[in-house]
T-cell receptor, first 114, second 113 residues
Framework: DSGVTQTPKHLITATGQRVTLRCSPR?????VYWYQQSLDQGLQFLIQYYNGEERAKGNILERFSAQQFPDLHSELNLSSLELGDSALYFC?????????????FGPGTRLTVL | DAKTTQPPSMDCAEGRAANLPCNHS???????VYWYRQIHSQGPQYIIH???NNETNEMASLIITEDRKSSTLILPHATLRDTAVYYCIVRESKGYTGNQFYFGTGTSLTVIP
């Protein structure tokens, strides 16, 4: 158990819909990262937050957005969903923004878009 | 961040050492080598990281060549539970930004009974 929690575990929805994925980092970790893993793309970095502020962006679509709240939990919002958005979405946390140490990954949310 | 090259798959007999190679010939002086693994569809799990010196922890050993252009992850006594995809990642810390990991395709290790 990494200490990072993600909800829900599974999500099934239809094209065009909007969903919110939630992540609670390890206690004391200020930095949260979101990754997407699809069959054809592998693990792709989406976005990073540190103590409520966006710090880095990766391959995140404009239809996707994220935020980190004062209690440090983070939400990833996916809108106008397409079939290709079906993937595993992982959240990771670390204790420093420039940490040389490991990122701790949550169990993921499996999103299926029908 | 430097690119890495790993063999797509490897087999290892249970109880034997698993040696997973990684090439990172374009690595720069301030880039670290990290190893993660992913068991089935679980979240990736940190294994070990290093800069220049060889490193060892309770999970594995990391051997980095003197020129730092390649490294080897060693699982000393592989068990069936070590069957996973192993990712070698080279990453520079860029202060408050750019600390994300870029995962390649990794090596799928199968431990055989």
């Amino acid at each position: 158990d990494s200490g990072v929690t993600q909800t829900p575990k599974h999500l099934i929805t239809a094209t065009g819909q909007r969903v919110t994925l939630r992540c609670s980092p390890r206690s004391g970790d200020l930095s949260v990262y979101w990754y997407q893993q699809s069959l054809d793309q592998g693990l792709q970095f989406l976005i990073q937050y540190y103590n409520g502020e966006e710090r880095a962006k990766g391959n995140i679509l404009e239809r996707f957005s994220a935020q980190q709240f004062p209690d440090l939990h983070s939400e990833l919002n996916l809108s106008s969903l397409e079939l290709g958005d079906s993937a595993l979405y992982f959240c990771a946390s670390s204790n420093r923004p420039s940490s040389y140490n490991e990122q701790f990954f949550g169990p993921g949310t499996r999103l299926t878009v029908l | 961040d430097a690119k890495t090259t790993q063999p797509p798959s490897m087999d290892c007999a249970e109880g034997r050492a698993a040696n997973l190679p990684c090439n990172h010939s374009t690595i720069s002086g301030n880039e670290y080598v990290y190893w993660y693994r992913q068991i089935h569809s679980q979240g990736p799990q940190y294994i070990i990281h290093g800069l220049k010196n060889n490193e060892t922890n309770e999970m594995a050993s990391l051997i980095i060549t003197e020129d730092r252009k390649s490294s080897t992850l060693i699982l000393p006594h592989a068990t069936l539970r070590d069957t996973a995809v192993y990712y070698c990642i080279v990453r520079e810390s860029k202060g408050y930004t750019g600390n994300q990991f870029y995962f390649g395709t990794g090596t799928s290790l199968t431990v055989i009974p």
